[in-house]
């Protein structure tokens, strides 16, 4: 990752370099609350709507249960209580973005799904020490894409159990 | 060239390699057993002939360099036949080449990069091997073994070779790697010192060899000194044989055949059996081609008018392939699927719109279709079953090695061993079994002397014992050794601060049980094997994975019995499903004693406030589910829900939920990783609804 050369505003500049075809990874966004967040699409099996969740005892409180994918049984962590933020109902916009890391699947509860973006290294800046209500540790850095501010997200991290 | 095709080859050599050590260690062990190891070098010779031919053409050098050595060894041993030799030497030198290949084999099959040399064991082979020289005798006229690690082959003087054969190989057709085999043959050839000229002629060569050898077998011509009986003997022992044709042939037939396959080499293109017939001038050729129509003709032969040997060929054809080697991950796939039809079939007849209807028709299909579907499952079940006879026979090893370190004379007993259980079952008990019997051997029998002074025979048995009942499968270790002493057991578990109530309380049994915890070994002193107080609760452990448990007996001065009850299978068991609030719970069938309604007279609460039932003068501990783990639910009044009584061992206890849905059979599913583990709770199924119901496990729940 880049040092912090690139002042979050400029990013537009860099639309004329798109032919040279500069590392750029895709990311999915999605929002809990009004932040944005990120993480890597190769790490992403599939986005469902919300389902019937099955409670599972003692576990950590944002492990919410298992649900049923079509015979699988796949734990669902809730990322806005991870992130220790308030919990809101479920409605009709929240997802169940299903990752895979190392053959462990797990779905993770958003508020919205964005859309899929085009991240340039150039644009990311390293991680900073501002908002603590998102642990810093699970920030791989901050991109500035077209004036937004996105958190990318480190996978690996965010299943990591306390 | 083992990078192309780089899964199947792979494969299949770590499968047959695996196979052959097995049969290897097998081999070695029977015959210490019964001091008779003359008898097996030509089959060890033989078998580490095989596993040097297919390293080699894999390019596992390490692995091919000490079978080479070892190979070695045992010719000298088959052609000289020397007298007064220790053994035990060898067996032990073999028995590390062993160990050397199955680390190696098993770090081909998981892809690691085999990083050491066996240099320190073949310097150990080669020595042994001079030395048997120089015993036997002390001027060699060649300095043999050490050139031979450089491996160069002695022809010996073309006279003396004066017999020759034309020899057609057919593998079977599952049997793949063909060319491999069929370089091995030749390379076993090349060192019984024939001269052979074979077609296709380059085995390296993947797809011409591979695809020749296929269609048109593989044939030889060779030169040789051996008879075509030993020949004989020598072919049929290769794997995979489907058809052998051995002809005794004049030296031109030879030399012409030397010729007619070279050629074959440079027309590539006839790969088909039909050679050209027209202007053949050479006579070498019209040897061939002849010899090529009277092989056709014979099959002809065969297919019209010989039904008698027809008949004879087919069934031995029918015999051989009964067997097919499947992969596990295949077999877990339709498992599943199976599961989920199951799961489906419920979801559709169970249907209350269409039992709304009450078609009888539909109810009819329905529970054909029913029958069927639980005949498929059992097959399934069926087909994942392997017998117990494997791991068995690797406790030999065990045995043998112990009582040579520990110099006690053992003899192992196996019965049972057709006992067949679920393969993934059979992978958590390898190692408990290995500790158990290491634990007999060491702690359980006395040496031999004090054998003798108890008037017991110096041998020692060691028996191991697998029997079915019912949905169990027993496993049974047990040795004839001095039992278990209580008072050190009970002292040393009181020093470790393990006894939960005063000593005098303790059963036999249950003192007997505490040697499963964790820390407690009754050895004073820790041994290399056993001793150090870890070994016995890993194996509850690894046995608590497959819902397994250990039973100990022992008797004084008569033995001590350790009884493994293990699960038939893992993947589908007869449920109860019950709910407790939105959550469902399913508990083993076979686990439930019986359900209740409680009344209000029958419930006690002691002092700790803990609820107890009385059911029939007898006093149950009550759990409530929803308290244990935290679930929500509007019936918290013992009288209004259900009490279900499970019994786990000798404990019983009562269960508290909300009310009872029915008996479903339920497949199997462990948690993801993700899942941290909950105490009481195995797993989880899924129901005919497409929800999801948590397993209850009823040792968990009780303790």
Redesign the interface.
Known sequence: MKEKEITPINSYDHNQQDAIDEEAQKNLTFTIGEEAYGIQIHNITQIIGIQ?I???????SY?KG???LR?Q???V?EVRTKFDKPVIEYDDRTCIIVVNKDD???GLIVDRVSEVLNIKESEIASTPTFNDKVKIQYISGIAHVNENVIILLEIDKL?E?E | MANQEKDPMIDMYVHETFQLIEQLEKIIIDSEKSKNVEAAINEIFRIMHTIKGNSMMMKYDNISELAHVTEDLFDYLRTKQPQNINYSNITNVVLDSVDFFKDEVTKIQNEQPSSNKADDLIEVIVDLLESLKFMETPVLEEEKSVENQTKDIKVPPREMLDNFFYVKIDFEDECQMENIRSYSIVHNLDEFGCEIYHFPKDLEDMDEGLDTIKTQGFQLALNSLQNKKELECYFERVSFLEGLEIKEITQQEYESFGVSFNKHISEKDITDEKMPVGNLESPEEKASIEKTEERLNNEKDENTIEDNKKAVVEQAQVKQQKYINVNVEKLDMLMNLVGELVVSEAMVTQNPELKKLSIPSIEKSAAQMRKIINEVQDTVMEIRMVPLAMTFQRMNRIVRDMSVKTNKEVDLVLIGQETEVDKNIIEHIADPLMHLIRNAIDHGLETPEERKKVGKPEKGIVTLEAKNTGGDVWIVVKDDGRGLDRDKIINKADKQGLLKKPIEDYSDKEVYGLIFEAGLSTKEAVTNFSGRGVGMDAVVKELEKIGGIAVVESEKEKGTSVTLRIPLTLAIINGMVMNVGDNKFTLPITTIRESFKAKKKDIVIDTDKNEMILVRGECYSVIRIHERYGLKTDIVDLEEGIMVMLENEDHKACLFVDQLIGEYQVVVKSFSKYIQKIQGISGCAHLGDGGICLILDPPGIIT
């Open positions: 019937n099955t409670f599972i005892p003692n576990q950590p492990v298992v649900i049923n015979g049984i796949i734990p962590m462990i699947y797990v299943l159990n």
